[in-house]
């Protein structure tokens, strides 16, 4: 293995230290990756501490990494929260609820991320949108304008979900 040759050497060297840092492992995940042949990376993280830091001993566990391609689904389920009562609509969690969903389940899954879905989320902007009087919702921009003003696709580490976010919500508006 080593450092490699060229001059991307010393950051690769760089990056499988980070890994092994880690401790990465990987395994199935949920039957529906096993039988699609899905390998599922962990991470292991430390838990178990009391608020006061000494009421319970720490432990480890492992927490699934958030995979980019998979931000989109995974913020979606964490932020659309199905109603206990039947015929009730869903609720669209907030930013603090959502990522609190997300960090007890994924790793490595950024705020930014979460911020940026909510940004554009048509149900949560109509919400916010409400005028004075709180009776009906103002006017607001077509979702495929809202998004693309808001999302800074020079992002890299989120750019393929923000693109696929974009993709949904073109799809959405064509139906």
């Known amino acids: 293995t ?10 690769k060297g760089k990056f499988q230290f980070w890994v ?5 492992r990987l395994g199935n995940g949920t039957r529906e990756a096993t039988k699609m042949g899905q390998v ?15 009421s319970e001993p720490e432990g480890i566990s492992l927490k699934r990494v958030a995979v980019v391609e998979d931000f ?24 603090k609820k959502t990522y609190r969903a997300i960090a007890e389940t ?9 911020t940026r879905f909510l940004m554009s989320c048509t149900e949560c ?6 005028n004075s009087n709180g009776l009906e919702p103002k006017e607001s921009e077509p979702p495929s304008s809202l998004v693309s003003g808001i999302i800074d696709y020079n992002m890299p580490l989120t750019s393929t979900y923000l693109k696929q976010m974009k993709l949904r919500v073109m799809n959405s508006q064509e139906q």
Do not use: C, W
Not at 47 to 54: I, K, P, Q, Y
Not at 72 to 94: C, L, N, Q, R, T
């Open 125 to 130: 902007q109509k919400r916010m949108h409400f």
């Open 72 to 95: 989109f689904d995974i913020i979606y389920s964490m932020h659309v929260e199905s109603s206990s009562e039947p015929g009730k609509a869903p609720k669209h969690a907030g930013q």
């Open 2 to 11: 080593g450092s490699g040759g060229g001059s991307g050497g010393g950051e």
């Open 40 to 54: 599922v990376v962990y991470v292991p993280v430390k838990t178990g501490t009391g608020a006061d830091g000494l």
């Open 20 to 24: 092994r840092s880690k401790g990465f």
């Open 106 to 114: 994924y790793a490595f899954l950024p705020r930014e991320a979460v």
